[in-house]
C-alpha cells in the first residue's frame, strides 16, 4: 500500500509512506521538503523516489489495478475536490475559507462511496484574527470524510490543538500502516461545590485497511503523580 502526501503552507513537502502488509508489517516514508513554496515538487520528488526504491513502479502499478485507477483528492479553496478517471466529485464548504493548513492523509474508495481522512488547521473564532480569547488561536483537526452519492454523509473529528478547548503538545504518526494522532487536554470536574480541572489523554487512530470503520476515539484521564 502507498501514500503520497503534498503539503505547500508555510513550506513545500511531499512524504510517501510504504505499508507492507506481509506477515511482519513494516511501515517506510521518504520525505522530501523545500523552504519556499514549490510548483516542481512534485517531479523532483518522484525522481528521487525512483532512484532510493525502484519498486515504487511496481507499487504504483498494483494500486492502480486494485481498482482499475487510483483516486485522488484535493483542496480547492474550502471545497474538496476527489477524482479518478472517470468521476469528479466536488464538495463545497469542506473547510473554512482562509484556513491556514490542508492536508489529505487518505483517499479509499469501497464500492462506489469514498473515504477521505483530512487534516486541517483554522482560527479559532475565524477569520481574520482578532483581539481577546483566542482571537488569534488556532483549531488542528483531522478529520474522516464519508462521502456517498457526491455528498458527505457522515463526519468524524479529532480535534488535538485547540485554544477555546487547551488541547495541546500533540503527535502525528503513521504505524503499522496505521494513522495515529493524540494530545493532552483539560475537563472540568470538582468536588464541594469548587471547580477544578482534570488533564485528559486523548488519542485517536485510522486503519487505512477498513476506512468505513472511520476514527477510532479514546479519552482517559492522566495519572496524577503519588505523593512521595
Known sequence: MVFITLRFPPRAEAVATFIDRSPHPRLTQISFRSDEKDPFIFVRFCSRLVKLCPFIVIALSAMLCSDGIAQTAHFAGESLVIMNAAHRIL?????????????????????????????????????????????????????????????????????????????????????????????????????????????????????PAHPENGIDEHAEDAKRPTPK
Open 91 to 207: 464538495l463545497p464548504a469542506v473547510i473554512e475559507s482562509h484556513s491556514e493548513y490542508g492536508v489529505i492523509h487518505a483517499v479509499q474508495k469501497r464500492a462506489g462511496d469514498y473515504f477521505v481522512v483530512i487534516g486541517v488547521s483554522e482560527w479559532s473564532r475565524g477569520y481574520p484574527p482578532r483581539g481577546g480569547n483566542c482571537g488569534a488561536g488556532i483549531e488542528s483537526h483531522i478529520d474522516w470524510l464519508h462521502v456517498h452519492d457526491g455528498k458527505v454523509v457522515r463526519r468524524q473529528t479529532g480535534l488535538y490543538v485547540s485554544c477555546i478547548q487547551n488541547r495541546d503538545g500533540y503527535s502525528i504518526e503513521w504505524r503499522h500502516g496505521v494513522l495515529h494522532w493524540s494530545t493532552e487536554g483539560q475537563r472540568r470536574g470538582g468536588d464541594d461545590g469548587r471547580t477544578t480541572f482534570i488533564r485528559v489523554n486523548y488519542s485517536w487512530s485510522f486503519d
